[in-house]
């Protein structure tokens, strides 16, 4: 089993609709992340949490919002999904030493039609 | 704000051809340096790391990456390619006190069998 999973692994939505991608980890980390990947622009990131009652917007945060239930599920929601947010999503953790890397999950396909 | 540069964004090479793909971050204090691979369809993994002592850096498959502090640079090498090198390489910076992985724009390599 995947240390990092996401769910789902793709989606296709209307414009306007609300949506949630979801994350779970099994590292036991603290610190989760949510990614958006387009093509040319690398990632970027949309959200963090350092622990439960953490929040942090990234430098993308407009249009969507996150919840952290728990150390290990971290949640991405785009309140009214819109064509330009059609990208690939990937969550991330880490944990707070500074020499160590983040782990990835799977990814989300994302397309707004 | 941090920002991590990938000059090269599309390479095309042989097989056997050498490859380097650069790497700068703005960032002038204490930092961590990653590059992170991406196959087709797949999520990020992890080739090599610096956070202190050998600049020279020895990554899983061949790969390596030497860190220049006074070019604020972190280039990928790999002397021979191979066609299962082809994937895409994103190198990413954590900084100061947050350590919140940057991630560069990534550079899409495609070897020729």
């Known amino acids: 089993d995947a240390d990092v999973t996401q769910t789902p692994r793709n989606r296709i939505t209307k414009t306007g609709k609300r949506i949630m991608l979801e994350c779970s980890q099994t590292?036991?980390?603290?610190?989760m992340y949510w990614y958006r990947q387009d093509p040319g622009l690398g990632l970027r990131l949309i959200y963090y949490?350092?622990?439960?009652?953490?929040?942090n917007k990234g430098e993308i945060s407009d249009g969507y919002s996150v919840s952290r239930q728990a150390q290990a599920k971290f949640s991405l929601s785009l309140e009214s999904a819109i064509p330009n947010q059609t990208a690939l999503y990937f969550c991330?953790?880490?944990?707070?030493?500074?020499?160590?890397?983040?782990?990835f999950g799977q990814g989300t396909r994302l397309t707004v039609v | 704000a941090q920002s991590v540069s990938q000059h090269n964004h599309h390479v095309i090479l042989s097989e056997a051809a050498s490859l380097e793909l650069g790497c700068n971050y703005s960032y002038g204090g204490t930092v961590n340096l990653f590059w992170y691979v991406q196959y087709p369809g797949q999520h990020l993994q992890l080739l090599l790391k610096?956070?202190?002592?050998?600049?020279l850096v020895k990554g899983i498959k061949g790969f390596e990456a030497e860190f220049i502090k006074s070019k604020f640079s972190f280039n990928l090498r790999k002397p021979s390619v191979q066609w299962s090198d082809t994937a895409e390489y994103f190198c990413?910076?954590?900084?100061?006190?947050?350590?919140?992985?940057?991630f560069g724009r990534g550079t899409s390599l495609i070897v020729h069998p």
């Open positions: 990413a910076v954590k900084e100061g006190g947050s350590y919140i992985p940057t």
């Open positions: 949490s350092f622990d439960v009652k953490d929040i």
């Open positions: 991330a953790t880490s944990d707070p030493r500074r020499d160590t890397e983040a782990f």
């Open positions: 590292k036991g980390h603290d610190r």
């Open positions: 610096y956070f202190s002592g050998d600049p």
